[in-house]
């Protein structure tokens, strides 16, 4: 313990922060989700500076951001986010953990070997326990299965959800990245096991509207929520990129898997027009943007990133204005067809 550590004042949340922040009911479950999560897909892994996460993380608490969305590999290095939010747990959060949803998920590669990727029973079950000694926890929240196996069959992948939930590992189970027709056949499988199936988390922003077309339909006969990562196209629908790719944005990093050639001309122009929509809404780009995917009843959170507090405190604001006109959805609708 250094003297730094030491000197660290005790963190006491604000105590108006379930006023802040709006809650919404995960499908027909018993389960209450913040309209805004706080993903760490990025900025919170070892070769990002611990304060700066810690900050964050400890901001959106104070604005009733109960929900901290994390996998097996995010990082960099895989595994490392998860790290980080148990450190956090460990020095200022853990009288509060009762107050908070923690979910990890696993599917992607993490190690390797045959056993460390896809959706194996083996893999889940041993991904979840790396976790849980990771953050320092005996369970989370939500454990998702993080994309579909085109070849382990769907039956062993549902059964091993079921049996992390009955081992006491997980209190709900989701899926993320599956098509309507294998989320219907998921929780028929977890519906005849007894299984806590209670959410699925896909990516959804206006660049990405593949969920309109049967994913929502299906969520709403199911009765589970739906939790969407990327409601700004990983930065693309905020001010960021407008006048091109800046230095230190998330394209221009070589350990982050974006990409400048997804930067396109045609993106960019569609955003500065949406842009305009955003300010005569008195809002930014992000801010439109990420309550644009709550427009759904059947979403019940938008998973946000952030690489400073102000851009948590900027994406709570934004939910002060979440209602659309009809003529606004249509403008958006004919910008993002154009």
């Not at 196209?233 to 997804?262: E, M, N, V």
């Amino acid at each position: 313990m250094t003297d730094a550590h030491l000197r660290r004042p005790v963190v006491t949340p604000a105590a108006g922060r379930y006023e802040t922040m709006s809650y919404r009911r995960c499908g027909r479950s018993g389960l209450l989700l913040p309209s805004v999560s706080l993903g760490l897909w990025w900025n919170f892994g070892a070769v990002d500076p611990h304060e700066v996460s810690r900050a964050m993380i400890l901001r959106a608490f104070d604005l009733g951001i109960t929900h901290f969305d994390l996998a097996n590999n995010y990082g960099p290095p895989p595994g490392s986010a998860e790290e980080t939010l148990g450190r956090v747990l460990r020095e200022d959060l853990r009288a509060y953990r009762d107050e908070m949803i923690i979910s990890s998920k696993a599917g992607w590669r993490m190690w390797p070997g045959p056993y460390g990727d896809w959706g194996s029973r083996k893999y889940l079950i041993a991904s979840l326990d790396q976790s849980l000694k990771r953050m320092g926890i005996d369970y989370v929240d939500i454990y998702y299965h993080h994309r579909p196996d085109p070849d382990t069959p769907l039956e062993e992948s549902m059964a091993a959800l079921d049996q992390i939930a009955r081992s006491g590992k997980a209190i709900y189970v989701g899926v993320s990245s599956y098509g309507p027709e294998d989320t219907r056949r998921a929780a028929k499988l977890l519906g005849e096991l007894g299984t806590p199936f209670v959410i699925h988390q896909p990516r959804y922003n206006m660049f990405d509207r593949w969920i309109e077309h049967g994913l929502l339909d299906a969520l709403d006969d199911i009765g589970i929520g739906c939790v969407v990562f990327s409601p700004l196209a990983q930065g693309l629908l905020t001010d960021r990129y407008l006048a091109g790719i800046a230095a230190d944005s998330r394209a221009a990093k070589p350990h982050i898997l974006f990409g400048a050639d997804r930067v396109t001309q045609d993106k960019l122009d569609k955003a500065r027009r949406l842009s305009e929509v955003a300010r005569a809404r008195g809002q930014n780009l992000a801010q439109m943007a990420m309550v644009w995917t709550l427009r759904h009843p059947q979403v019940t959170s938008a998973v946000i990133g952030a690489s400073r507090v102000s851009q948590i405190d900027e994406a709570v604001g934004a939910l002060n204005n979440m209602a659309f006109a009809d003529d606004e959805l249509r403008v958006i609708d004919t910008i993002l067809a154009s």
